[in-house]
């Protein structure tokens, strides 16, 4: 009897220890940023690519890529997931940047070597400080298309609470990093714990304004039940894309491209988001 004692109270120490480092590194495990910064013109000789420089409402210098509208009126800001960055997330912009579309990825602090730490506040600051850029140059809110991929959901739904744009595009949504948390940790009270929410599926119901959701059916990373949840909460007009061989990452491998410049030309020339999706 006392071993069995000893056993449980072994297990409860380890049990709890675990639990306080889950707690204590969450964001390590949340955020994956990297060290280093590349030139566009290093990265992508002759793409086009200009350096946009913003400035946070708490004071840190970023950096974000973008290319110019050339055909279309609308301009798409694009927030990455958690493991990206402004190199590797370029090649999901060139297709629309051949159309026509005005293309910014929006960087985070703490990825491709800018400065500052990330978290959910910090992160909305950031993205914040882009769009107010692209407004000081002149594209109005309403020419402006969201674009969030994984966590990039979560910046880019809490952006269009915030300002008047065209649309939002959302590739393999969560309804909030706390449910998230309870599917990576299952064993654990996690959705308790979490310090960054992104709570998607509090701020979808209040949004007007046209909704593409795309939804991978082998996504192994969020599960494919909560990117038709965040839809089925969303208010029309909205659409839903499933690609059922799809994961996580290669949506835009399968036929996102034609079904997103479709959506996007069912925006262009409408007025006050009233825009019916095809």
């Known amino acids: 009897m006392k071993r069995i004692k000893k056993i449980l109270i072994a297990c409860a120490f380890v049990y709890a220890v675990v639990l306080f480092g889950v707690f204590v590194f969450q964001r390590n495990l949340l955020y994956f940023s990297n060290p280093s910064y590349t030139r566009p013109e290093s990265a992508y000789p002759g793409a086009g690519i ?3 420089t ?4 708490d004071g840190l210098d970023l950096k974000g890529w973008y290319f110019p509208a050339t055909l279309k009126p609308l301009t798409l800001v694009y927030f990455h997931g958690n493991a990206d960055r402004l190199k590797s997330a370029t090649p999901i912009a060139l297709p629309y940047v051949k159309a026509g579309y005005g293309f910014l990825i929006a960087e985070y602090r703490g990825y491709s070597g800018l400065p500052g730490s990330p978290s959910e506040d910090g992160l909305y600051k950031d993205a914040r400080a882009f769009i107010n850029k692209l407004i000081e140059k002149g594209i109005k809110q309403e020419n402006i298309v969201l674009l969030g991929h994984s966590l990039g959901s979560g910046v880019a739904t809490q952006m269009a609470t915030e300002f008047n744009v065209r649309g939002l595009m959302l590739i393999a949504p969560f309804l909030s990093v706390s449910e998230m948390a309870q599917v990576r940790f299952p064993y654990f009270p ?3 714990l979490a310090v960054d929410k992104f709570d998607n599926t509090q701020k979808i119901s209040s949004l007007h304004l046209p909704l593409l959701i795309a939804s991978g059916g082998k996504d192994l990373v ?3 039940a909560q990117h038709k949840k965040l839809f089925e909460l969303g208010n029309e007009p909205k659409q839903f ?3 059922p061989e799809s994961r996580h990452n290669n949506l835009f491998a399968a036929d996102l491209y034609p079904v997103s410049f479709k959506w996007l030309d069912g925006l262009v020339g409408t007025k006050d988001n009233a825009v019916p999706v095809p």
């Open 50 to 52: 200009k350096e946009l």
């Open 54 to 57: 913003v400035k946070t409402e």
């Open 190 to 192: 996690a959705q308790f």
């Open 222 to 224: 969020i599960p494919p």
């Open 241 to 243: 894309y499933f690609s």
